[in-house]
């Protein structure tokens, strides 16, 4: 399983950005994915996924601002983030889990693929 993660750039505060991510696996619509960031000196954070089922989740400090979708033919996830802030500098990684369980994965150790990151900076 291969991700590959785009879209990340630089972008004023208020500004909006749309990631995306790439999955080369048979049984896309299978997997659960999410979206995580890692500010310099910070843990990785889990920022949103979308589970088989097409169930959501996100983190509070991103919640109606930033939405995560998914195309199985195309074996694409996106987020699309709006109203972006300074604090939202990170680079961002996209990851697939096999899963059919009902909630989406949260946790970054559960999920065992991974994309290689890309970089927003919010700034003006």
């Known amino acids: 399983v291969q991700l590959q993660a785009s879209g990340g750039g630089l972008v004023q505060p208020g500004g909006s950005l749309r990631l995306s991510c790439a999955a080369s696996?048979?049984?896309?619509?299978?997997?659960?994915m999410g979206w995580f960031r890692q500010a310099p000196g910070k843990e990785r954070e889990f920022v949103a996924g979308?589970?088989?089922?097409?169930?959501?989740n996100y983190a509070d400090s991103v919640k109606g601002r930033f939405t995560i979708s998914r195309d199985n033919p195309k074996k694409m996830v996106y987020l699309q983030m709006n109203s972006l802030k300074a604090e939202d500098t990170a680079v961002y990684y996209c990851?697939?889990?096999?899963?059919?369980?009902?909630?989406?994965?949260?946790?970054?150790?559960?999920?065992?693929?991974w994309g290689q990151g890309t970089l927003v900076t919010v700034s003006s």
């Open positions: 990851a697939g889990e096999w899963n059919f369980r009902t909630t989406v994965i949260v946790t970054p150790g559960e999920y065992s693929y």
């Open positions: 696996v048979r049984t896309f619509s299978n997997y659960c």
């Open positions: 979308i589970n088989w089922n097409g169930d959501t």
